[in-house]
């Protein structure tokens, strides 16, 4: 039988105390400016791992939202190239604090 998961677009300072604030069971976060180029990092206090923790603790799944600002279809260099660069290393880091997926637009 399927069910529905009540999940949470927060901020990711602590996304584990946001989801657990609404009651819900998973925590959408951006790892950085959603409209900016500057890399992606970890705002939660101890860092990636803490936060991997955290959430298996709690029983919080955990999704990254990447930039909107992502467009690798382009055929304009300037745009697809850092594009795919800033992907991967929200995808990176999305790894290390165990996300269970990646959203994005395209």
């Known amino acids: 039988m399927n069910s529905l998961t009540i999940g949470a ?6 996304p584990i105390a ?3 604030l609404r009651g819900a069971e998973l925590s959408q976060f951006f790892l ?12 939660y206090a101890g860092g990636a791992a803490a936060l991997r923790e955290a959430a298996a603790r709690a029983k919080i799944d955990l999704y990254v939202h990447a930039p909107y600002v992502l467009n690798v279809a382009t055929s304009n260099n300037r745009i697809r ?12 880091l999305a790894s290390e ?6 959203i994005v637009h395209g």
């Open 9 to 14: 677009h927060v901020d990711q300072v602590d």
């Open 97 to 102: 604090i165990g996300a269970i997926g990646v």
């Open 18 to 20: 946001e989801a657990d």
């Open 32 to 43: 950085g400016d959603p409209q900016g180029w500057k890399g992606p990092q970890v705002a």
């Open 81 to 92: 190239i850092p594009s795919r660069k800033l992907l991967q290393q929200t995808i990176d």
